[in-house]
């Protein structure tokens, strides 16, 4: 596809993709077995320029297209996608400090996520409520000059090791959506308990895990995103972040093919190779379509984003896809390799339960249908 990237959008695209075939690749596995999320090859990351993508670079960031950091972590999946997704929300979480922090906040916060030396994590989701996003129950009151935090977040990226936390809460009950405010806190702060990083089906390199909010006091100087704005600055990016996941289940479907493809022509199978049989060669032609057709969608998001700023029906209908796409594709993929396709030799098996994770990542299959089946019906509404 012609993307329309520049020269340095290019590069860096290019240094995406050594950086996964020469480092993340040769340590996904260990990283799954181990359930590490991997401070070092984060920082090395960091190393490449792959920090920063959403910051200006007049803030000293790289300021790119949507649809450049899309191509990114579309190389980085195609290694791990729970490393890329790591990476993704340290992104996007930066991107919120230089769109909405004042001068200090941005002193104090990007120069150390620039290098990893800081790790960032998006605390919105809660142990009660995960698709109803506004439904939060984490109170921020005030106290004096500052402000008192209790409550508790579930199904937190970074959780595991993160140093700075961009924490949503509610300062005011009876405003509904319009009390979130969002409070830029370090992690070690007191009051601040990091719960044990869950135990999953896979992708245990996002370092998924919960905090709990006792007392913990922050100053005014902590507020990122005031009360009446904080829920539309975390659903202002989510059109970025799903178009996001669907480019992430390219690449790793990407591989899953690749994968079969090259285990197939090389396979003996009553007198033939694997990829002899039409059977086989049909059911990977299919995960070819579905590959090429999510593709075109999740670029076709990132570009309308880039475009006009949002894009919420292409990026629900590219999530939706593409994680679909991948989750039943690289299931075929892993059938072509036989019961080796179970094996941590290939990166099939890490990669269909990423696609499990995908589904529920930034926004489950079902509200994806909420936003399009909405999109349908509303030319129809004022006949009713």
């Given at each position: 596809m012609d993307l329309d990237l520049s020269t340095r959008e290019q590069q860096l695209i290019e240094n995406a993709t050594a950086f996964a075939r020469d480092v993340v690749a040769p340590q996904a596995a260990r990283w799954e077995i181990e359930r590490t999320l991997p401070r070092d090859a984060l920082r090395a990351a960091a190393e490449q320029g792959l920090t920063g993508l959403l910051v200006p670079e007049q803030q000293g960031g790289a300021g790119v297209s949507y649809t450049a950091m899309a191509r990114v972590v579309e190389e980085l999946s195609a290694a791990d996608m729970a490393f890329a997704f790591s990476i993704v929300v340290h992104n996007n979480f930066m991107g919120a400090i230089a769109g909405n922090g004042d001068d200090a906040q941005r002193r104090r916060a990007l120069p150390a996520m620039q290098s990893m030396d800081k790790l960032g994590a998006f605390l919105l989701t809660e142990p009660g409520g995960g698709s109803d996003a506004a439904a939060i129950k984490t109170t921020a009151r005030r106290d004096g000059d500052g402000w008192v935090i209790d409550g508790a977040k579930a199904w937190i990226t970074n959780a595991a090791d993160a140093d700075i936390l961009s924490i949503y809460a509610q300062t005011d009950p009876s405003a509904g959506w319009r009390g979130i405010a969002a409070f830029l806190v370090d992690a070690h702060t007191p009051g601040v308990v990091r719960e044990t990083p869950y135990a999953m089906l896979g992708g245990h390199a996002l370092g998924a895990g919960g905090f709990r909010f006792e007392g913990c006091r922050v100053?005014?100087?902590?507020?990122?995103?005031?009360?009446?704005?904080?829920?539309?600055?975390?659903?202002?990016?989510?059109?970025?972040?799903?178009?996001?996941?669907?480019?992430?289940?390219c690449g790793m479907l990407r591989t899953g093919l690749d994968t079969a493809l090259a285990y197939a022509s090389e396979r003996p199978a009553f007198g033939q190779t694997v990829a002899d049989f039409q059977g086989v060669?049909?059911?990977?032609?299919?995960?070819?379509?579905?590959?090429?057709?999510?593709?075109?969608?999740?670029?076709?998001?990132?570009?309308?984003i880039d475009r006009d700023g949002g894009a919420p029906l292409p990026a629900a209908h590219a999530k939706k896809f593409a994680t679909r796409a991948a989750l039943t594709g690289l299931a075929e993929c892993m059938q072509a390799l036989g019961a080796n396709g179970l094996k941590h030799d290939h990166p099939l098996a890490r990669h269909l339960a990423m696609a499990k994770v995908a589904q529920y990542l930034d926004g489950t299959t079902e509200i994806q249908n909420v936003v399009i089946s909405r999109a349908l019906l509303k030319p129809y509404a004022t006949a009713r």
């Open positions: 100053g005014d100087d902590a507020l990122l995103v005031p009360p009446g704005s904080g829920f539309k600055a975390a659903m202002a990016g989510i059109d970025v972040a799903r178009a996001n996941v669907a480019a992430m289940c060669q049909w059911q990977l032609a299919d995960v070819a379509t579905d590959l090429h057709a999510a593709r075109l969608m999740a670029y076709d998001a990132t570009r309308a």
